[in-house]
């Protein structure tokens, strides 16, 4: 009886410190802006991925010629409704950024090809319609307008 009560106190703490572990890696890098490789053989023709890709950000609204921030959200997601208000704030201080919002639900071929796991997922486009950040949650805001501004060098104004 002993033994068991040991095992199910030593299973409680260690499904607690794994709970633990997940959650302060998880709230590191919720928000955060990551790189965006190309795909391979990106621009190596005609159908490459990147292109796909690009007529599919077209279709969901992304400007060609400006920076475009790309938010997948939900209607039952409140993370998302913050996320919305830091991206609206980015384009009102940011001139050459455009917001779009994406009903995941209602777009899931998108949310497949492009890769989106949760809501908010944001995409940051550059002016030639390539995704090259990404992030899961709701970005910080000063870290978005940095991001974004090496971009807007090339976007039309």
Do not use: I, K, N
Not at 7 to 32: E, K
Not at 41 to 65: E, K
Not at 110 to 126: G, H, I, K
Not at 138 to 145: A, G, I, K, N, T
Request: charged share 20%; glycine share 10%.
């Amino acid at each position: 009886m002993r033994d068991q009560t040991l095992t199910g106190v030593l299973l409680v703490v260690g499904v607690l410190g794994l709970a633990t572990c997940f959650g302060w890696w998880r709230r590191r890098r919720d928000g955060r802006l990551r790189s965006v490789a190309p795909a391979a053989g990106a621009g190596t023709g005609p159908g490459a991925p990147q292109d796909a890709h690009r007529a599919l950000l077209a279709r969901l609204g992304a400007r060609s010629g400006a920076v475009t921030l790309v938010q997948f959200s939900s209607a039952v997601c409140a993370p998302c409704r913050a996320a919305r208000r830091v991206l609206e704030q980015v384009e009102a201080v940011v001139p050459g950024v455009v917001l779009v919002e994406v009903d995941a639900e209602q777009h899931l071929d998108a949310v497949r090809e492009l890769d989106v796991w949760r809501t908010p997922t944001v995409l940051v486009v550059d002016p030639a319609g390539r995704v090259v950040l990404r992030a899961s949650g709701v970005p910080v805001r000063d870290e978005l307008v940095a991001a974004v501004a090496p971009l807007l060098a090339g976007a039309d104004r």
